[in-house]
């Protein structure tokens, strides 16, 4: 069992392959498993239409909609 799993999230994890629909699963402070998990968390979020970034760093520009803007 993992403490959070984040589930059906349009996922971009920062390494530079293409964005993808699926689940990222927390064990402490570490990201344990990306893809499809199978096992359930403590506790589970509904991310559909929504982005999980995990490895993101902020870096503070507070310019945090650049994030989303288009070219």
């Not at 959070?4 to 402070?29: H, K, Y």
Request: proline share 3%.
């Amino acid at each position: 069992m993992f403490d959070l799993v984040i589930r059906n999230g349009t996922i971009v994890e920062g390494s530079g392959q293409p964005s993808f629909c699926g689940d990222v699963a927390i064990r402490g402070e570490w990201v344990a498993e990306m893809g499809t998990v199978t096992h359930r968390g403590a506790r589970e979020i509904d991310a559909h239409g929504k982005l999980v970034t995990p490895g993101f760093t902020d870096i503070q520009t507070h310019y945090d909609g650049q994030l989303i803007w288009s070219d």
